[in-house]
């Protein structure tokens, strides 16, 4: 059974930088994609990061140089490094394993909440 679980939200200070982690389980993790989506409240959910089987890396406009998605192939984990959070960065955040476009499976999510 694949389970993925994620990890470091939290109440963040404007300007703070937590890092999230999501721990998978039950698969094997170095062959897939990974990436991070959000959702804030009353909005859709959107892409945040992605982190290739390879290292490749991709991120949402809104988020480039502020967040670095990484990946430790060792520990079945892939990192979210956020920094110069602001408030509209508030939401739940969804660690997904993906194969191709196509999303497999999705944790049960994060809180960040960033007080301004």
């Known amino acids: 059974q694949v389970q993925l679980v994620e990890s470091g939200g939290g109440l963040v200070q404007d300007g703070g930088s937590p890092r999230l982690s999501c721990a998978a389980s039950?698969?094997?993790?170095?062959?897939?994609?990974m990436a991070w989506f959000r959702q804030a409240p009353g909005k859709e959910r959107e892409f945040v990061a992605r982190?290739?089987?390879?290292?490749?890396?991709y991120y949402a406009d809104f988020v480039k140089g502020r967040f670095t998605i990484s990946r430790g192939n060792t520990k079945n984990t892939v990192y979210l490094q956020m920094s110069s959070l602001k408030p509209e960065d508030t939401a739940v955040y969804y660690c997904?394993?993906?194969?191709?476009?196509?999303?497999?499976?999705w944790g049960r999510g994060t809180q960040v909440a960033v007080s301004s």
């Open positions: 997904a394993m993906t194969s191709g476009a196509a999303i497999k499976y």
């Open positions: 039950g698969v094997t993790f170095s062959t897939y994609d």
């Open positions: 982190i290739n089987w390879n290292g490749n890396t």
